[in-house]
């Protein structure tokens, strides 16, 4: 059984802080990373994806992956009460198709 | 608009009437999962389709059943639901080797 587990907080921050989430993996074959944001109610959806060792950026988000350590985190910059939501975990292993989830991380961002 | 079409949205039911959930995808993936999500214990995958006429069990199939019999429909049947089928259920749906799932809006269960 594929593991990814997350600290399901809740983490709350001030208004422009910035917001760390993190998130580890047990399978090592593992090759995509990806994730999702999930406001109360609705249904997840893709903020970022990554695949290879070190930081990728996409705006106001930052996503950064270890595989030595089995590790990957989104930062988030510049935090707005808007980015208040569950955000996801995702991975997938190599060859397959099927995501495994971590339970998330309550994100509150306090104006 | 791209987009997975779940119905219904909501639905309250008794135990041991059978229902379904529809899903379709206006895509073209092939690839298309049923998921479920509770409390604490995140989303868990119950059946996954790689391609028409293709499904296999994800983590909690228990209790469900799914078809294939177009690419872009991908029902869950639940045949004898049960209170613990009470949960908010997800399909999505995406390319084979591609960058993600495209999630459905959600359908809400309840069991009484």
């Known amino acids: 059984q594929k593991e990814v587990e997350q600290n399901s907080g809740p983490l709350s921050v001030p208004e422009g802080a910035i917001a760390s989430l993190n998130c580890t993996y047990s399978?090592?074959?593992?090759?995509?990373f990806f994730w999702y944001r999930q406001y109360s109610g609705k249904s997840p959806e893709l903020i970022m994806s990554?695949?290879?060792?070190g930081d990728k950026e996409d705006g106001r988000f930052t996503a950064q992956l270890n595989k030595a350590s089995q590790y990957v985190s989104l930062l988030i910059r510049d935090s707005q009460p808007s980015d208040s939501a569950t955000y996801l975990c995702?991975?997938?292993?190599?060859?397959?198709?099927?995501?495994?989830f971590g339970t998330g991380t309550r994100l509150t961002v306090i104006p | 608009e791209a987009q997975v079409t779940q119905n219904p949205r909501y639905l309250i039911t008794v135990t041991g009437k059978k229902l379904t959930v529809t899903c379709s995808q206006n895509?073209?993936?092939?690839?298309m999962s049923w998921y479920r999500q509770d409390p604490g214990l995140g989303l868990r995958q119950i059946y996954y389709?790689?391609?028409?006429?293709?499904?296999d069990k994800g983590d909690v199939p228990e209790g469900y059943k799914v078809s294939r019999k177009e690419k872009r429909n991908f029902p869950l049947i639940l045949e004898s639901p049960s209170p613990n089928q009470t949960s908010l259920y997800f399909c999505?749906?995406?390319?084979?080797?591609?960058?993600?799932?495209?999630f459905g809006s959600g359908t809400r269960l309840t069991v009484v």
């Open positions: 999505a749906s995406s390319t084979i080797g591609g960058n993600g799932y495209t």
């Open positions: 399978d090592r074959g593992s090759q995509s």
């Open positions: 990554i695949y290879s060792n």
């Open positions: 995702a991975v997938k292993g190599a060859g397959a198709n099927n995501l495994f």
């Open positions: 895509m073209n993936h092939e690839y």
């Open positions: 389709s790689m391609n028409v006429e293709v499904t």
